[in-house]
Antibody, heavy 120, light 108 residues
Framework: QVRLVQSGDEVKKPGASVKVSCEAS????????IVWVRQAPGQGLQWIGW????????RYAEDFQGRATMTADTSTNTVHMELTSLTSEDTATYYC?????????????WGQGTLVTVSS | SSELTQPPSVSVSPGQTARIPCSGD??????VYWYQHKPGRAPVSLIY???ERPSGIPDRFSGSSAGTTATLTITGVQAEDEAVYYC???????????FGGGTKVTVL
């Protein structure tokens, strides 16, 4: 079955960077995009961006342009999402999810989430 | 408009029907997706492309869309359906994605 397994929780200081990984299994990795979404405490879901592993094409939300970078490693079926210049407002649970369609317009499976805490 | 609007909360008695609207000016040209999110857990995809239900999702969940409003309907609500429900849409080029603010469903 489709599985998305994310890396463990992280604690970072303001100004630092964080890299969250998402290992996919149970389907053909290059056939579906991976979408990243986050949820800050007490807030709703927020789209960060997506990557198409088949060609490395990326799209980022305006709020994350220049600060988020997504990469795909087809040898390990893993997508990485790096977020730089962290502030306390980046404290959130980050989810990877499998996109449907090209480009992905929605998702069907989700990772378990990675809590990123930004604190001095 | 670049927003999707949902009511913050809906309350329903067990066995009754809950309807959650999601409105946005772009919806006539976009597919809508619905997700269920319970505290401490990953979201679950309930509906894709307005009204399609993935395998494994109970048939009491259904979706529809007309004009600028999409609706998630839960028929015969159960206690386990208490959660926050989000609608989501994207432009055909894949950017940007929009999420509604979420609707908390309370089962009385």
């Amino acid at each position: 079955q489709v599985r998305l397994v994310q890396s463990g929780d992280e604690v970072k200081k303001p100004g630092a960077s964080v890299k969250v990984s998402c290992e996919a299994s149970g389907y053909s990795f290059i056939m579906n995009g991976i979408v990243w979404v986050r949820q800050a405490p007490g807030q709703g879901l927020q789209w960060i961006g997506w990557i198409g592993p088949y060609n490395g094409r990326t799209r980022y939300a305006e709020d994350f342009q220049g600060r988020a970078t997504m990469t795909a490693d087809t040898s390990t079926n893993t997508v990485h999402m790096e977020l730089t210049s962290l502030t306390s407002e980046d404290t959130a649970t980050y989810y990877c999810s499998r996109g449907g369609g090209d480009p992905p317009l929605g998702v069907d499976h989700w990772g378990q989430g990675t809590l990123v805490t930004v604190s001095s | 408009s670049s927003e999707l609007t949902q009511p913050p909360s809906v309350s329903v008695s067990p066995g009754q029907t809950a309807r959650i609207p999601c409105s946005g000016d772009g919806l006539p040209k976009q597919y809508v997706y619905w997700y269920q999110h319970k505290p401490g857990r990953a979201p679950v995809s309930l509906i894709y492309k307005d009204s399609e239900r993935p395998s494994g999702i109970p048939d009491r969940f259904s979706g529809s869309s007309a004009g600028t409003t999409a609706t998630l309907t839960i028929t015969g609500v159960q206690a386990e359906d208490e959660a926050v429900y989000y609608c989501q849409a994207a432009y055909s080029n894949g950017s940007p994605w929009l999420f509604g603010g979420g609707t908390k469903v309370t089962v009385l």
